[in-house]
């Protein structure tokens, strides 16, 4: 008689010597883990084809998403390209600053601009901020004064120009409004070729064009479109 460890765990067939299970049960066991281990394969396989479109999908949009994204931050972060050519930068710059025309000692005109910038190789310099410009006479004694919004110096000739909103008053009483007026050093005379209008304690002209001296005693105006005077009785 077989002894009940040595029948097998599965069926009632005698065991190896040593183990709990025939060789019958041994055979059937591995069989059926192949059988397991290829099914097991092939619905890997299926799944990965069914699921492999999406997976695609997927990946592209990531992708995209991710390139926008760099390409977004990269927009941000860039710093902006310089276009100043050769020379555009100033040689010279300061705020808030004065500039004395001068010539043999004497004194011509003093000028006080918010922001100057000084360019060697064109020979100019740029006045923007406010400008305000107090110009003298021959005899050294203050004559008129100039308000812009900007300007610019002929450094070659110190001759001055003027924009925007200028305003030029003598100390007469005669008032020049224009939006341009240049100034001739050498002959401390000024002139503009825009809308002008001109106000002294006697008239008021108004034309495209004119020109005068500094102290503004003289001047003619261009193109006259209106006039106004008052007549002494």
């Known amino acids: ?16 010597s040593g183990l709990r299970i025939c060789r019958t049960c041994i055979i ?8 397991c281990r290829v099914r097991l394969k092939h619905h890997q396989s299926s799944m990965l084809r069914q ?21 977004a931050c990269e927009g941000k972060v860039k710093p902006p390209v310089a276009t100043s050519m050769p020379g555009e930068l100033p040689d010279q710059e300061s705020w808030n600053s004065t500039v004395v025309f001068s ?54 000739h110190k001759d001055l120009e003027a924009f925007e909103n200028v305003v030029f008053r003598s100390d007469s009483g005669t008032v020049v409004e224009t939006e341009y007026i240049y100034w001739e050093n050498l002959n401390r005379r000024v002139r503009g070729d825009r809308f002008v209008t001109i106000t002294s304690p006697t008239e008021r002209l108004q034309g495209y064009g004119f ?5 503004l005693k003289n001047y003619t105006v261009f193109g006259t479109v209106s006039g106004e005077a008052s007549i002494e009785e």
């Open 1 to 16: 008689m077989i002894r009940s460890e040595e029948i097998c765990r599965y069926c009632i067939t005698a065991t190896i």
């Open 28 to 35: 059937i066991g591995l069989f059926r883990a192949h059988i």
């Open 51 to 71: 699921h492999a479109p999406t997976v695609s999908l997927r990946l592209l949009i990531a992708t995209l998403a991710v390139a926008f994204l760099l390409i």
């Open 103 to 156: 010539d043999s000692g004497s004194v011509r005109a003093v000028l006080r601009a918010g922001h100057i910038r000084m360019y060697e190789d064109r020979k100019e310099t740029l006045l923007d901020s406010g400008v305000v410009v107090d110009f003298y006479g021959r005899d050294g004694l203050h004559s008129s004064v100039l308000t812009a919004e900007r300007g610019r110096v002929d450094d070659e």
């Open 211 to 215: 020109i005068a001296d500094q102290d």
